[in-house]
């Protein structure tokens, strides 16, 4: 099993672009989530999943959206990318299991994004 | 908010020296968990304490939860080097959305 897998590892955008980060999951999680995280701020969450065809938001939602058509994938998207949003997004997904609950987070490599 | 406040943000450690970890909440927490991210990784799950005053150990390191499930801690016993990394904590709200702390990144000197 490949666990949670990101494409692209790094990419490089001018102010204004558009794009779409992809993570994949084969854990047939049900929960998956997308953080950002930027030096002393810790991993803030974005938007995150329940399950196939929901979305929620997170913490930092505002410049984002996310899409979840299928089970094992999870899409993040930048409509328009800022400098702001230079940072490391990692995708994570979770399940519940055992009583209590336990929903231990598995994490992907990370995308290392820059907007110039 | 639902924030964990993390500190100490920074520890150096000599190699051989203990290390602590503080996770506090200005509300009750259903539940902590813990995370290590090695520089250039991504986070990794250690733990997750649910039950009031609740201690578990791996090999050196030993986590706690507050009576009032208000804070918790990460002690690590004569640090590694192999302990180098940035140690997360991270609760669960409603719907199972987890928030981390900031984190402390520990810095071993061999």
């Known amino acids: 099993n490949a666990g949670v897998t990101q494409t692209p590892k790094f990419r490089v955008l001018k102010t204004g672009q558009s794009m779409t980060l992809l993570c994949a999951q084969d854990m047939n999680h049900e929960y998956m989530y997308w953080y950002r995280q930027d030096p002393g701020m810790g991993l803030r969450l974005i938007h995150y999943?329940?399950?196939?065809?929901?979305?929620a938001k997170g913490e930092v939602p505002d410049g984002y959206n996310v899409s979840r058509l299928k089970k094992q994938n999870f899409l993040l998207g930048l409509e328009s990318a800022a400098p702001s949003q230079t940072s490391v997004y990692f995708c994570?997904?979770?399940?519940?299991?055992?009583?209590?609950?336990?929903?231990?987070?598995?994490f992907g490599q990370g995308t290392r994004l820059t907007v110039v | 908010g639902q924030q964990v406040m993390q500190i100490p943000q920074y520890q150096h450690v000599q190699e051989g020296e203990d290390f602590t970890t503080y996770c506090n909440s200005s509300?009750?927490?259903?539940?902590i968990q813990w995370y290590k991210q090695r520089p250039g990784g991504h986070p990794v799950f250690l733990i997750q304490?649910?039950?009031?005053?609740e201690v578990k150990k791996q090999k050196r390191l030993t986590f706690q939860f507050g009576e009032a499930k208000k804070n918790s801690s990460l002690h690590i016993t004569a640090t590694q080097t192999t302990d180098v990394g940035t140690y997360f904590c991270?609760?669960?709200?409603?719907?199972?959305?987890?928030?981390f702390g900031a984190g402390t990144r520990l810095f071993v000197k061999a």
């Open positions: 991270a609760r669960n709200t409603g719907g199972f959305k987890t928030i």
């Open positions: 994570a997904s979770s399940y519940i299991r055992g009583t209590p609950a336990n929903t231990e987070a598995f």
């Open positions: 509300t009750t927490l259903s539940n």
């Open positions: 304490l649910v039950k009031s005053g």
């Open positions: 999943s329940v399950g196939e065809g929901t979305t």
